[in-house]
């Protein structure tokens, strides 16, 4: 069935280091890729996407990397700041109109 | 622009009782989805309502219902609660694919806090 996990469930990275979090989907049909950011508290918020037919796209701050060969989602942060600390998840949709379908989520902690 | 916001922030029911949580989108926001948080599953997908149909649907038993009204204002409700049904309940709200932005441009509300004791 459709799954979408994580690899490590906390990363602990020094500040002002880059981090990344990663990923791996299990349905080769998913079209898109979401990333999204939740704080203490707070319900999950957009980061950054990526389609399937692209293997980069960069943000602020934020780049995904996408390895459909191996089925691999990564979100790489640069320069790791206080208010990164937070649950990322990933996520996967087959299509625009389609349910999402979360990960199970990664814990950052920023260490000074 | 106010953001998603829900009603009630926390809740405390017991087992059996029923509840019934609210969600109002962003202004001009049709799309509304509830998901599931638990530490054990995560987020899961519950429904997803566009212009007050239900448009796609989890994987969650019959007891696990939703509607949304005319303003698109949503609610969702929880009969015969089980003690397994304590979760964070998330709200997120999108334009809606009709419009040509993607379903999962959504902003999510602060969740409703449920403990059936």
């Known amino acids: 069935g459709e799954s979408v996990g994580l690899h490590l469930p906390t990363l602990s990275v020094q500040e002002g280091d880059n981090s990344i979090i990663n990923c791996a989907y299990s349905?080769?049909?998913?079209?898109?890729f979401i990333w999204y950011k939740q704080e203490s508290g707070k319900g999950p918020q957009f980061i950054i996407d990526?389609?399937?037919?692209?293997d980069k796209r960069q943000g602020k701050r934020v780049t995904v990397l996408l390895n459909k060969t191996v089925k691999h989602l990564s979100l790489q942060i640069a320069a790791t700041q206080p208010g990164d600390s937070a649950v990322y998840f990933c996520a996967e949709t087959p299509n625009r109109d389609d349910k999402i379908i979360f990960g199970k989520g990664t814990r950052l902690h920023i260490l000074p | 622009k106010a953001g998603v916001t829900q009603t009630p922030r926390y809740l405390i029911k017991t087992r059996g009782q029923q509840v019934t949580l609210s969600c109002s989108p962003i202004s001009g926001h049709r799309s509304v989805s509830w998901y599931q948080q638990t530490p054990g599953q995560g987020l899961q997908f519950l429904f997803e309502?566009?212009?007050?149909?239900?448009?796609n649907k989890g994987n969650f038993p019959g007891r696990f219902s939703g509607r949304q009204f005319s303003n698109s204002r949503s609610e969702m409700n929880v009969s015969t609660l089980e003690l397994g049904d304590s979760a964070l309940y998330l709200c997120?709200?999108?334009?809606?694919?009709?419009?040509?932005?993607?379903?999962?441009?959504?902003?999510f509300g602060p969740g409703t806090r449920l403990t059936v004791t």
């Open positions: 309502y566009f212009s007050e149909t239900q448009r």
């Open positions: 990526i389609r399937s037919n692209m």
């Open positions: 997120a709200s999108s334009l809606g694919a009709t419009t040509g932005v993607v379903l999962y441009e959504q902003y």
């Open positions: 349905n080769s049909a998913s079209d898109y």
